[in-house]
Structure formats: structure tokens, C-alpha cells
């Protein structure tokens, strides 16, 4: 069994960073029936199928800090969120609801702004 972090998700395969390298994998099929989602930066626990491939099949998560939908990512330390502050004009009100997410779950937002 290795450990890894989910780094991407594409159509049903997960790019999962090793201490050995990036693996390509699938989720179990319990995890489909459970309705638990993989989500990139999950830490995960995976089983080698083919190492001179580096396939397998992800058979663990193990418990998240925290989750957000959209974008689908978890345990995530620090948001930064970047804006303009003239041209465009900052949307406040985006700039306002995901200050209000990081402090939900828990995440230190970071404003950057630029002229």
C-alpha cells in the first residue's frame, strides 16, 4: 500500500503524487456505491497494480480537513483570491463570498490586488 495526494481528476482517472512518482488510478468500486466522491487533494491510500506503469487502484481516503464543491477541491490551507482595483472594476460580491467560504471551512484567505 502506498500514500499519496490526489494532484488530478480526469473522466474516471486520478493522478495520484507518491514519494515514488505520479500514479494514474481508478477509484474502488465501493467508493462509486457509497457515493464518496475523490476530490483532488485528498489524502488517499492506494494499491499498485502495475509498477513499471505506475497504475492502481485508490482504495482509501483518508479523513479531509476540510471541502468545497466548487471548486471540487479538499484540505486546502490558504485561498488566494486576486482582483484588480480599477480596470476591471473588483466584484465585491465574489470577492465577499469566498472570504466568507475560507472562513466557513476553515481556509486563511489571501487578497491580492493589482492595478
Known amino acids: 500500500m502506498k500514500e499519496g495526494i490526489v494532484v488530478k481528476g480526469i ?12 500514479y494514474t488510478c481508478k477509484a474502488k468500486g465501493s467508493f462509486k456505491k457509497d457515493k464518496n466522491i475523490l476530490f483532488v487533494g485528498d489524502h488517499v491510500k492506494l494499491r499498485v497494480v ?24 479538499a484540505n486546502i490551507d490558504r485561498m488566494i483570491i486576486i482582483s484588480s482595483v480599477t480596470d476591471p472594476a473588483p466584484d465585491t460580491v465574489f470577492i465577499d463570498k469566498m472570504i466568507t467560504l475560507c472562513e466557513h471551512k476553515k481556509i486563511e484567505p489571501v487578497l491580492y490586488t493589482f492595478f
Open 50 to 73: 502495475n509498477e513499471s506503469e505506475k497504475e492502481g487502484f485508490v482504495s482509501e481516503i483518508k479523513e479531509r480537513k476540510n471541502v468545497t464543491i466548487r471548486p471540487p477541491m
Open 11 to 22: 473522466g474516471g482517472f486520478y493522478y495520484v503524487s507518491t514519494e515514488d512518482g505520479v
